[in-house]
């Protein structure tokens, strides 16, 4: 089994920061793909960051690049999205996911096998 747990969620003003925090525990792999989503109220799920299994890699959605930064620490099997110059529109419960097939980053919400059951994030205006 596989368990991701996402923390650091909150209420934030607009131009503020937050760091949210996914602990894996639970089943092992020797390569994987982590990423983060978020999804807003009558929204789709929508990609946010992905990362390598190394962390050599990271790419990110258009909307948050230059913002937002995706880091892991494959010792306390945590990756981590910082987030910065908070927006309104940033506001979402924001997903944890993992991709035990991919080395390399993806962005589709269906390539990934394991979610977590997010943090809400809310900015306010």
């Known amino acids: 089994q596989v368990q991701l747990v996402e923390s650091g969620g909150g209420l934030v003003q607009a131009g503020g920061s937050l760091r949210l925090s996914c602990a894996k525990s639970?089943?092992?792999?020797?390569?994987?793909?982590m990423g983060w989503f978020r999804q807003a109220p009558g929204k789709e799920r929508e990609f946010v960051a992905t990362?390598?299994?190394?962390?050599?890699?990271?790419y990110y959605a258009d909307s948050v690049k230059g913002r937002f930064t995706i880091s892991r620490d494959n010792a306390l099997n945590t990756i981590y999205l910082q987030m910065n110059n908070l927006k309104p529109e940033d506001t979402a419960v924001y997903y944890c996911a993992l991709d035990e097939s991919s080395k390399y980053p993806t962005m589709g919400v269906r390539d990934y096998d394991y979610w977590g059951q997010g943090t809400q994030v809310t900015v306010s205006s």
């Open positions: 990362i390598s299994w190394n962390g050599g890699r990271t």
């Open positions: 639970g089943r092992t792999f020797l390569r994987y793909v």
